[in-house]
């Protein structure tokens, strides 16, 4: 269901990272009752003073490391073609990963 929604939102999302001169994003990570691990990617815009946060997708990466979850971000943005925006536009801060 959830990644049914990210594919309806998914273009309004694009379209704001595109529209923006910078975004932030934030992942939540979540174990489902099968025990199998899940990151929720948020993105939060501001275009002409008005802040924006938003839902973009849902995923497992290998593993809950550092190195797994930027390889699975950067998977992400790749499947929706926003690499060179990606990289361009991103920093990074890493917080309570493991390594």
């Known amino acids: ?6 594919s309806i939102t998914g273009k309004s999302v694009i379209q704001h990272l595109n529209e923006g001169k910078f975004f932030s994003f934030t992942i ?8 199998k691990d899940f990151e929720s990617l948020y993105t939060r815009t501001c275009i002409q003073g008005n802040v924006s946060d938003e839902f973009l997708n849902i995923g497992n990466p ?21 690499e060179e925006v990606y990289a361009k536009k991103t920093s990074w801060i890493l917080r309570g990963w493991s390594c």
């Open 28 to 35: 939540v990570g979540s174990r489902d009752f099968t025990g």
């Open 62 to 82: 290998q593993t809950g490391s550092s190195k797994d979850t930027h390889v699975h971000i950067k998977d992400v943005f790749a499947s929706y073609e926003m």
């Open 1 to 6: 269901m959830i990644n049914y929604v990210a």
